[in-house]
């Protein structure tokens, strides 16, 4: 079945470093979305992609949809205490249905 | 906006008690989803809805049941629990050609 992979698995860097993250797929994706999740707290979408080569972003974060279609990358500039958090990326199913494929997630630490 | 509701946010059941796990979003989302997360394994899905009146399975649908009540309420019911339920449990909606999902706040089941 389709899957996502997502590296690093986990990180943990300085205030004010700059991040970054990527997903893989073996199968296209149409469209890459990316979540934050909060300690304690649901999945909060940060960026969506929907167009081969895509760069977005929003705030601090800046997204890319990967030309092949099979990877997109999440770069977080000048981190702060804040972005601590899971990171997930994520791209519909097959067929038309909405259903949402998610990757294993990145674990970001940041200290002060 | 309320967004994606969810109730309870804790449980905690003995082995072999039944529950439901209660879903509602304002959106008017065709879409409606249940997904489980487990340290390290990021978010899989368990039943999803793709509109009112269906019902599919996920990828860990086994020892689950679903109800989509009408295109609000999508609840998620387990008949015997299990200690291998043990798991926070996210609600999802999104609409069918927009497939950005928007995540409830979780609920925290224990099954001791």
């Known amino acids: 079945g389709q899957q996502l992979n997502q590296s690093p698995q986990s990180m943990f860097i300085q205030e004010g470093e700059d991040v970054s993250m990527n997903c893989t797929s073996s199968?296209?994706?149409?469209?890459w979305l990316w979540y934050k999740q909060d300690p304690g707290e649901g999945p909060v979408l940060l960026i969506a992609l929907y167009k081969a080569g895509e760069l977005t972003s929003n705030g601090r974060l800046t997204a890319q949809f990967g030309t092949t279609r099979k990877d997109s990358f999440l770069n977080i500039s000048a981190s702060i205490p804040s972005d601590v958090g899971i990171y997930f990326c994520?791209?519909?199913?097959?067929?038309?249905?909405?259903?949402?494929?998610f990757g294993q997630g990145t674990t970001l630490q940041v200290k002060p | 906006n309320a967004g994606v509701t969810q109730t309870p946010k804790f449980q905690v059941l003995k082995t072999g008690q039944s529950m439901t796990l209660q879903c509602a979003q304002d959106m008017n989302h065709n879409s409606m989803y249940w997904y489980r997360q487990d340290p390290g394994m990021g978010l899989r899905l368990i039943y999803y809805?793709?509109?009112?009146?269906?019902?599919d399975k996920g990828e860990v649908p086994n020892g689950y049941n679903v109800s989509r009540l009408n295109k609000r309420e999508f609840s998620l019911r387990l008949e015997s629990a299990a200690p291998s339920q043990t798991s926070v449990y996210f609600c999802?909606?999104?609409?069918?050609?927009?497939?950005?999902?928007?995540f409830g706040q979780g609920t925290r089941l224990t099954v001791v």
């Open positions: 809805s793709a509109s009112e009146g269906t019902t």
């Open positions: 999802a909606s999104s609409s069918l050609v927009n497939t950005e999902a928007f």
């Open positions: 199968s296209i994706f149409n469209t």
């Open positions: 994520a791209g519909p199913g097959s067929g038309n249905t909405g259903k949402l494929i």
